[in-house]
T-cell receptor, first 114, second 114 residues
């Protein structure tokens, strides 16, 4: 069974640009969550999608948005990039919403904003 | 406002000895706690969890202890092995206004020395 895949793995952007990250969950998983990992802050929850609907949202500005498609694949978009957006962005999938002990993470996308 | 704190950024332990990783939380609404392990270039993997109705949960070499009155949990690894070298995150969850909230600590880098 293939794991969670994220593309691209590495990305370099400049301030003011926008970026779209992609996440393909494990086959059969309908919930996808996104996290931002930065040194000193650990993992911070961005949002969770289930059946194409956002079910949960963290405390991030509106520049961070996401969506989920009918095949459960999810995308995350960050507009007007800032230097502080440089981080590892992780997505995780699970069968159902709130199943955190059955959540599988992808390897992440390393975003660098110059 | 860091609701889940791992005050030790790093920990070094001799192979075969006990590793103890600590985590403190401030929100008494948290009712489920999890530990994740993360290797470089990989996403976190779920390790062990504990519900607030318990004070101990054991899985092989890993044991999690919960002290609700002190709002403190710890992960014990006995005996420690070189493959345990990784970053460990604790996380806490609660239902807040109908939505699940999952908060991570900053992580502790564990190094097992041969």
């Amino acid at each position: 069974k293939a794991g969670v895949t994220q593309t691209p793995r590495y990305l370099i952007k400049t301030r003011g640009q926008q970026v779209t990250l992609s996440c393909s969950p494990i086959s059969g998983h309908r919930s996808v969550s996104w996290y931002q990992q930065t040194p000193g802050q650990g993992l911070q929850f961005l949002f969770e999608y289930f059946s194409e609907t956002q079910r949960n949202k963290g405390n991030f500005p509106g520049r961070f948005s996401g969506r989920q498609f009918s095949n459960s694949r999810s995308e995350m978009n960050v507009s007007t990039l800032e230097l502080g957006d440089s981080a590892l962005y992780l997505c995780a999938s699970s069968l159902n919403v709130f199943s955190y002990n059955e959540q599988f993470f992808g390897p992440g996308t390393r975003l660098t904003v110059l | 406002d860091q609701q889940v704190k791992q005050n030790s950024p790093s920990l070094s332990v001799q192979e075969g000895r006990i590793s103890i990783l600590n985590c403190d939380y401030t929100n008494s609404m948290f009712d489920y706690f999890l530990w994740y392990k993360k290797y470089p270039a990989e996403g976190p993997t779920f390790l062990i969890s504990i519900s607030s109705i318990k004070d101990k949960n054991e899985d092989g070499r890993f044991t999690v202890f919960l002290n609700k009155s002190a709002k403190h949990l710890s992960l014990h690894i006995v005996p420690s092995q070189p493959g345990d070298s990784a970053v460990y995150f604790c996380a806490a969850s609660a239902i807040v206004q109908g939505a699940q909230k999952l908060v991570f600590g900053q992580g502790t880098r564990l190094t097992i020395n041969p």
